[in-house]
C-alpha cells in the first residue's frame, strides 16, 4: 500500500498595497508638500506670511517707541496666521474631494484614517512652523525697532510660545474638523467663519447666553492666552469649547470620511 504526503500549502502572498504600504512618517511628509502644491494652498501660505509681516510693519510705523518690543511685536502677528491657517486646514481635508483626487489617494493608501492621521500631523507641523515664522518676524522688526529709535527690547515670557503653539494648533484642527464633516470646500469655510462668529453675537445679545459662552465661545475662552498668565479656570474654559468646536465634529467627520464612498 502506497501513501501520498500532502501538497504543501502554498505561501500566502501578500496584497501589493501591504507589502509597499508607506509608513505613516511618509505619509505625513507627502501630505506636508501638498499643503503648498495647489494653487490655492501656494498663495494662502504667502498671504499669512505677507500679513505677519504687514502688521509689523504697521507697528513700526505707528506705534509709540516703548511699544516696539519682542513681545508686542510677537502677539499681534498671531492673529493673521490664527485666522488663515484655518483654512488651510479646511482645504487639506476638502481638496481630496473637490479636486477628484480621493479615489487615487484611497486607492494607494485604501486604509483611509492613516490618511486623514497624516493630514491632521501635517496641518499641526505647519501650525508649529507658523509659530516659528512669527518668532522670527517679531525678532526683524525688533532689530529694525532699536535701529530706529524704538525700544527693541528682548524681554519675553517663555508661557506666551506655549499659548501661541495651543492657539495655532487648536485652530488649524479646529478648521481641519469643519472640512471632515462637511468635505465641500466652499460650505466649510464659510460654516468655520459663521458658526463661531454667530454664537459670539449671541452670547454678547442674549443674557441667558453668557453664561455658557464663557465656556463654549472660542473668542471668548482663547483671548487669555495672548497673555502671559492663564489660569486653571481659563485651561478649563478652553478645553470644553475645545471639545464642542473640535473633538465633536473632528469624531463625527472621521466617521463620514470613513464611510463615504469614493466615486
Known amino acids: 500500500m502506497t501513501t501520498t504526503a500532502p501538497a504543501p500549502a502554498a505561501p500566502a502572498v501578500a496584497h501589493p498595497a501591504e507589502r509597499h504600504r508607506p509608513s505613516l512618517l511618509r505619509l505625513t511628509a507627502v501630505e506636508v508638500r501638498k499643503l503648498a502644491d495647489t494653487r490655492a494652498g501656494y498663495w494662502l501660505l504667502i498671504t499669512i506670511g505677507l500679513l505677519a509681516a504687514g502688521i509689523t510693519t504697521v507697528q513700526l510705523i505707528v506705534r509709540d517707541a516703548e511699544w516696539q518690543n519682542f513681545t508686542h511685536f510677537f502677539v499681534p502677528s498671531l492673529l493673521p496666521v490664527g485666522l ?45 512652523a507658523s509659530v516659528l515664522v512669527s518668532l522670527a518676524v517679531a525678532a526683524v522688526a525688533t532689530l529694525i525697532a532699536r535701529a530706529t529709535g524704538g525700544a527693541g527690547g528682548w524681554s519675553f515670557e517663555a508661557s506666551l510660545l506655549l499659548h501661541a503653539v495651543v492657539l495655532q494648533v487648536a485652530g488649524v484642527l479646529m478648521g481641519a474638523a469643519f472640512g471632515l464633516l462637511l468635505l465641500n470646500t466652499p460650505l466649510a469655510i464659510v460654516t468655520y467663519l459663521l458658526l463661531p462668529t454667530l454664537w ?20 471668548v475662552t482663547m483671548e487669555p492666552f495672548f497673555g ?27 466617521v463620514r470620511t470613513l464611510r463615504r464612498e469614493v466615486s
Open 84 to 128: 488663515l491657517l484655518p483654512v488651510l486646514g479646511i482645504l487639506s481635508i476638502t481638496a481630496e474631494w473637490s479636486q477628484r483626487t480621493a479615489l487615487t489617494t484611497f486607492t494607494l493608501v485604501p486604509r483611509r484614517d492613516r490618511v486623514i492621521v497624516a493630514k491632521l500631523a501635517a496641518m499641526v507641523l505647519a501650525a508649529l
Open 200 to 219: 459670539t453675537i449671541l452670547g454678547e445679545m442674549v443674557s441667558a447666553l453668557r453664561g455658557p459662552a464663557r465656556w463654549l465661545d472660542t473668542s
Open 228 to 254: 502671559p498668565h492663564v489660569t486653571a479656570g481659563q485651561w478649563a474654559r478652553l478645553a470644553v469649547s475645545l471639545l464642542v468646536w473640535v473633538v465633536v465634529p473632528l469624531a463625527a467627520g472621521l
